[in-house]
């Protein structure tokens, strides 16, 4: 008696909502045995594809799952551990349906190996993920567009603040210098006309850092030395300042710390031309097995470091936060009329 199966047993088996099975190892998924669930899961009987009668079970699955199908089974056979897969069949309606198989390999008394699983219908459960990732792609592409929103009013009062003072100076100095000329102040002309340049020259560079900052991030697709000479090419040499980059040792950094690197080197960068009004700048960036150590220096006119701390000028802050995040720390060593030395090290 122990070796008859259970009437109660059998009744819950082919009364569960999906399919009891028992399958040959082979390229079909051959069905040795199958509960009655198979054919409101799949649209074909048990006996439509137990042995292959009419098609097999494996030419259910879409065309597209069946390498993901097999591989898995696979490996949970030579692992000798359950199995679990995930992929769409086509029903016998024409329907695709998600569906969840999980089972285990097991070894028959004459050698062979049959897999033993239970098929469930998880198409709700697939939908319902889809629809969330959608719903997550729409949120995170509004957030996108949020920080671009507010890049571009970050922007726009950069802008203000610099290049549209610059100019407005410069029309207040043409019309002091016009007026001082028409009075026969050809000295006093010549001041404003010289204030005119540099005025102008000024928001000249300050009009190419923002179009640099614009321009899509050379950080991601080139790495940090790359990025750091496409700077300094496309900002300090194209302002007429003297710029040069030394690298010392191999760098390699993981890509939290190469943005915080390059984050610090950019606004050291921008103190220069925008504050300092360098004519020179140097960028060196060192590695060797225990840090890695990046130093900004310029000409300029150099500041009070306190009293920039203390009003959160310059960018500081930011800097500081930044090299926290990734353990680093940052060094500022400068004085008014001698330059500035940012240096930050990891």
């Given at each position: 008696?122990?070796?008859?199966?259970?009437?109660?047993?059998?009744?819950?088996?082919?009364?569960?909502?999906?399919?009891?099975?028992?399958?040959?190892?082979?390229?079909?998924?051959?069905?040795?045995?199958?509960?009655?669930?198979?054919?409101?899961?799949?649209?074909?009987?048990?006996?439509?594809?137990?042995?292959?009668?009419?098609?097999?079970?494996?030419?259910?699955?879409?065309?597209?799952?069946?390498?993901?199908?097999?591989?898995?089974?696979?490996?949970?056979?030579?692992?000798?551990?359950?199995?679990?897969?995930?992929?769409?069949?086509?029903?016998?309606?024409?329907?695709?349906?998600?569906?969840?198989?999980?089972?285990?390999?097991?070894?028959?008394?004459?050698?062979?190996?049959?897999?033993?699983?239970?098929?469930?219908?998880?198409?709700?459960?697939?939908?319902?993920?889809?629809?969330?990732?959608?719903?997550?792609?729409?949120?995170?592409?509004?957030?996108?567009?949020?920080?671009?929103?507010?890049?571009?009013?970050?922007?726009?009062?950069?802008?203000?603040?610099?290049?549209?003072?610059?100019?407005?100076?410069?029309?207040?100095?043409?019309?002091?210098?016009?007026?001082?000329?028409?009075?026969?102040?050809?000295?006093?002309?010549?001041?404003?006309?010289?204030?005119?340049?540099?005025?102008?020259?000024?928001?000249?560079?300050?009009?190419?850092?923002?179009?640099?900052?614009?321009?899509?991030?050379?950080?991601?697709?080139?790495?940090?030395?790359?990025?750091?000479?496409?700077?300094?090419?496309?900002?300090?040499?194209?302002?007429?300042?003297?710029?040069?980059?030394?690298?010392?040792?191999?760098?390699?950094?993981?890509?939290?710390?190469?943005?915080?690197?390059?984050?610090?080197?950019?606004?050291?960068?921008?103190?220069?031309?925008?504050?300092?009004?360098?004519?020179?700048?140097?960028?060196?960036?060192?590695?060797?097995?225990?840090?890695?150590?990046?130093?900004?220096?310029?000409?300029?006119?150099?500041?009070?470091?306190?009293?920039?701390?203390?009003?959160?000028?310059?960018?500081?802050?930011?800097m500081r936060e930044r090299m926290q995040m990734v353990g680093g720390v940052l060094e500022i060593h400068s004085t008014p009329g001698q330059g500035t030395t940012v240096r930050a090290i990891v």
């Amino acid at each position: 008696m122990k070796n008859q199966p259970d009437s109660s047993l059998i009744s819950l088996i082919h009364n569960l909502p999906g399919m009891v099975y028992r399958c040959r190892h082979d390229g079909q998924r051959t069905l040795l045995l199958a509960s009655d669930g198979c054919q409101e899961l799949t649209g074909y009987t048990a006996a439509a594809l137990v042995a292959n009668c009419q098609l097999a079970f494996a030419d259910l699955i879409r065309q597209s799952d069946r390498d993901g199908v097999f591989e898995e089974l696979a490996t949970a056979v030579s692992e000798a551990r359950p199995y679990r897969c995930i992929y769409r069949i086509t029903t016998a309606a024409g329907e695709q349906r998600w569906v969840l198989d999980k089972g285990r390999p097991a070894t028959q008394p004459d050698g062979t190996v049959v897999m033993e699983g239970f098929v469930s219908d998880h198409t709700r459960r697939m939908v319902a993920f889809r629809q969330l990732e959608q719903q997550l792609a729409e949120k995170a592409r509004k957030a996108e567009q949020v920080v671009v929103l507010e890049e571009r009013n970050r922007l726009a009062r950069e802008l203000h603040d610099s290049v549209t003072q610059s100019l407005y100076s410069v029309t207040l100095f043409a019309e002091a210098g016009r007026n001082q000329a028409e009075n026969g102040q050809f000295d006093r002309a010549t001041w404003y006309f010289a204030e005119i340049l540099e005025t102008g020259q000024q928001a000249l560079r300050e009009m190419r850092l923002l179009v640099h900052k614009l321009r899509p991030s050379a950080l991601e697709k080139d790495g940090l030395v790359p990025a750091l000479q496409h700077r300094l090419n496309a900002v300090e040499g194209r302002a007429g300042i003297q710029h040069q980059l030394v690298v010392e040792g191999q760098i390699h950094l993981s890509p939290e710390v190469e943005e915080a690197i390059y984050h610090v080197s950019q606004e050291a960068l921008n103190n220069a031309i925008k504050h300092a009004r360098a004519s020179q700048v140097r960028v060196t960036v060192c590695q060797d097995n225990h840090h890695l150590e990046l130093t900004v220096w310029d000409d300029g006119c150099g500041f009070d470091v306190d009293t920039a701390v203390q009003s959160g000028g310059l960018g500081l802050t930011s800097m500081r936060e930044r090299m926290q995040m990734v353990g680093g720390v940052l060094e500022i060593h400068s004085t008014p009329g001698q330059g500035t030395t940012v240096r930050a090290i990891v």
